[in-house]
């Protein structure tokens, strides 16, 4: 693998364990040429459904869109990275075992609210606000009132 720091193309695995939830290979590697040290994750390639988009669009899932997505609603809260990937590990759970070959994009945004509920409310309405394009305040504080009454 190239190494991130001189980019020689040649590094050595000096320590390799699967990762906590057991989903990926957690690899630290050696450059054979400059000695430094990375870590890579290896995963494995799954086939997921398309990506059916609200303009009709299909793409393929791209997990980091998902965790850019919601990091950015847990942004300065106290959410750690290991609980947003545990927390996209479950979506591609989901998203296996889908059984149609396309997935519309509001059913994964609704998934990763109903998760986002659980873990952080105040990410959750961040998620929402982006998610759901309100329209005004009015649709806003409704979704507010809505969480406050559960």
């Known amino acids: 693998m190239k190494c991130p720091f001189c980019a020689h193309p040649d590094s050595k695995v000096v320590d390799s364990r699967p990762d906590k939830g057991g989903a990926a290979i957690r690899r630290r590697r050696e450059c054979e040429s400059c000695a430094k040290r ?5 995963r494995i ?5 398309l990506v059916l988009k609200k303009d009709g669009r299909r793409e ?3 997990r980091m869109k998902i965790v850019g997505g919601i990091l950015k609603a847990c942004e300065k809260r106290q959410v750690s990275r290991e609980t947003v990937d545990r927390l996209v590990d479950r979506l591609e759970g989901r998203l296996q075992e889908w059984s149609e070959k396309e997935v519309p994009s509001t059913t994964i945004g609704e998934w990763v609210m109903t998760e986002l509920h659980d873990i952080d409310e105040v990410a959750y309405v961040r998620f929402a606000s982006v998610y759901r394009s309100f329209k005004d305040v009015n649709e806003f504080m409704a979704e507010l009132q809505d969480l406050l009454k559960k």
Do not use: S
Request: glycine share 0%; net charge negative; aromatic share 16%.
């Open 38 to 42: 990375f870590t890579t994750h290896e």
């Open 45 to 49: 390639e799954e086939t997921l459904p």
């Open 60 to 62: 393929p899932f791209d």
